[in-house]
């Protein structure tokens, strides 16, 4: 059983910050590429930033640099600490990982359940 668990969501005020982390656990080999993605109210659900296994970033343009993501192996950890909150963020973030499990030569996609980030004006 694998499973992916988002935290450090919450209520900001406009230009503040929060550091999202997303923790798998579980029968792991390896992680490889991992996303954040976001779906606010009334919208579909949209990439905002990714990292690949071998630490290559990218981001979607609406992030204008103001966030940034990282990863730290030994925790099976990914973060994303983002900067200069607008409430156009206001949305649940979700982490989304592809890994391969112990015993399997496979590579699997999971989901986490996703962390409620809302950043009033």
């Known amino acids: 059983q694998v499973q992916l668990v988002e935290s450090g969501g919450g209520l900001v005020q406009a230009g503040g910050s929060l550091r999202l982390s997303c923790v798998a656990s579980g029968r792991i080999a390896s992680i490889n590429d991992v996303g954040w993605h976001r779906r606010a109210p009334g919208k579909q659900r949209e990439l905002v930033a990714g990292?690949?296994?071998?630490?290559?970033?990218n981001y979607a343009d609406f992030v204008e640099g103001r966030f940034s993501i990282s990863r730290d192996n030994t925790k099976n950890a990914v973060y994303l600490q983002m900067n200069s909150l607008k409430p156009e963020d206001t949305a649940v973030y979700y982490c989304?990982?592809?890994?391969?499990?112990?015993?399997?030569?496979?590579?699997?996609?999971?989901w986490g359940q996703g962390t409620q980030v809302t950043v009033s004006s």
């Open positions: 990292i690949t296994g071998g630490g290559i970033t």
């Open positions: 989304n990982a592809v890994l391969q499990r112990l015993g399997s030569p496979w590579e699997y996609s999971y």
